[in-house]
């Protein structure tokens, strides 16, 4: 088919382009009568008659045959199609404030922790939406990794919940590309508002002094933004920022970590055996047992607590004067206090080639006091009983080589049931080298 004859209307009915009306309709009755399917049995000709009519319709009528006759005459470039606004890469929708946003979710799994960014062009709603759906991962998985799981997942979190990341460049490019394209469509305060946005990112690009290329990408940038804002300013509008920070979102990033914050305080709080951090500082110790008569008649026993010698030489006799005993005891005379109890502390010296000079301390008071003092002797064991519920910790002195140490803060409970008294058993094994069931720390000698 020539360009002139697009559709080849005139080929069908065997004309050219200058035929007359009248041509044309003597034309189509021919060739109607030798294509009409009825004067033509067992050969199919539908698709050539219809043609025939389509063409008889196109060139029968002035208006329409000018029309088809114009292209060809006047070749005008093809229409430009508008151009597409950028979509929501998540729910495809325009928007007139899509930003490229940068989320952080964090899955540890034992010593690997892996940080994934999500990233996309989104619109405020989807973001919303995949900002907590990253933090949500983040509070699942992201945890159980060390030593970085929680040092990450909280960095992400914070993060997620002050709206990620949106850097500025693309920022800028997209939000020059969304500015023409609703000029384009002839969305003019849209336009405005949607470049004076990208103004705003355009002017935290900051490249560095080797980055000439992004410089000139820059200026280019900002001279387009502010070309759509000059133009469009006449039908200025602002649109309402979908991209603040308190959206409805918002209050569940934050209650969660809140819920968390509390959770850790509680858990520090509460924890009754292997709590973390001893409390130091916080209670004085007195190496007097609570009793009467012993917080006015300091005496001997403080005057023993002279600083050691540089080496350590085993004490003659015990605090109470008397040599150290042969097998497991209290020290005879030293008060026992805190003996209305049930509760039961084993400590258990069968690991150590050395004796040990053990207190049980109540933590209970402001003042921190032993309740018990005991001598046990290398490879044996000693049961404390009797010992009434409450915070002790138990404090003792390697005999052969001074050394002091303290177990952490523990916690015994007695409480009456249907079945009985309920009460704490514990077994305390003294390791030298500090593997034992307790976690042990130094002890200055003042604590002793
Ligand atoms: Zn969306």
């Known amino acids: 088919m020539s360009t002139r004859d697009p559709l080849g209307y005139y080929a069908v009915l065997e004309l050219h382009h200058e035929a007359s009306e009248e041509q044309i309709k003597a034309a189509y009755r021919r060739r109607a009568m030798v294509l009409h399917p009825d004067r033509n049995p067992g050969r199919d000709t539908t698709e050539q008659f219809q043609a025939l009519n389509e063409a008889f319709e196109a060139l029968s009528d002035s208006a329409a045959r000018a029309k088809y006759d114009t292209p060809a005459a006047a070749p005008t470039a093809p229409a430009q199609p508008p151009p597409e606004p950028i979509k929501c890469s998540a729910c495809g929708k325009v928007s007139a404030q899509p930003r490229v946003a940068v989320y952080r979710s964090v899955r540890s799994f034992l010593l690997v922790t892996i940080r994934k960014p999500i990233s996309g062009v989104f619109c405020s709603e989807c973001a ?23 040092v990450y997942s909280v960095q992400a979190l914070l993060d997620n919940m002050f709206g990620g990341t949106h850097p500025p460049l693309e920022n800028a490019r997209l939000l020059a590309y969304q500015a023409y394209c609703f000029h384009a469509l002839g969305r003019h305060d849209i ?95 007195s190496s007097q047992a609570l009793a009467a ?76 006091r032993p309740a018990r003092q005991i001598f046990i002797p290398a490879n044996g064991k000693f049961t404390i009983k009797s010992i009434e519920a409450g915070r002790y910790d138990v404090r003792y002195q390697d005999l052969k080589t001074g050394t002091r140490s303290r177990s952490d803060g523990l916690t015994l409970s007695e409480t009456a049931d249907a079945r009985g008294i309920r009460y704490s058993v514990m077994t305390l094994t003294l390791q030298r080298a500090r593997n034992g069931n307790m976690a042990i720390h130094d002890l200055a000698e003042g604590e002793f």
């Open 128 to 150: 919303q939406k995949k900002a907590l759906k990253a933090s949500a991962t983040t509070w699942l998985l992201g945890w159980w990794g060390l030593p970085w799981g929680p």
């Open 191 to 285: 336009a405005f508002a949607i470049a004076e946005d990208g103004l705003k990112f355009c002017r935290k690009i900051r490249p560095t002094s080797r980055q000439a290329a992004l410089v000139i990408e820059r200026d280019d940038l900002d001279r387009r933004l502010k070309s759509f804002v000059a133009q469009e300013r006449p039908n200025a509008v602002r649109l309402k920022n979908s991209w603040k920070l308190a959206n409805r979102f918002f209050a569940f990033h934050a209650g969660a970590m809140g819920l968390v914050a509390a959770a850790i305080t509680l858990a520090i709080v509460n924890a009754p055996l292997y709590e973390r951090t001893f409390p130091k500082g916080p209670m004085p110790y």
């Open 293 to 368: 008569g012993a917080i006015t008649a300091p005496s001997a026993s403080v005057a023993r607590q002279m600083p050691p010698p540089p080496v350590f030489v085993r004490p003659r006799t015990a605090p109470n004067g008397k040599p150290w005993p042969m097998v497991a005891g209290y020290l005879n005379g030293e008060p026992q206090t805190r003996a209305g109890g049930h509760s039961e502390i084993t400590i258990d010296n069968g690991q150590n080639d050395s004796d040990v000079f053990v207190k049980l301390v109540s933590l209970s008071g402001n003042i921190a």
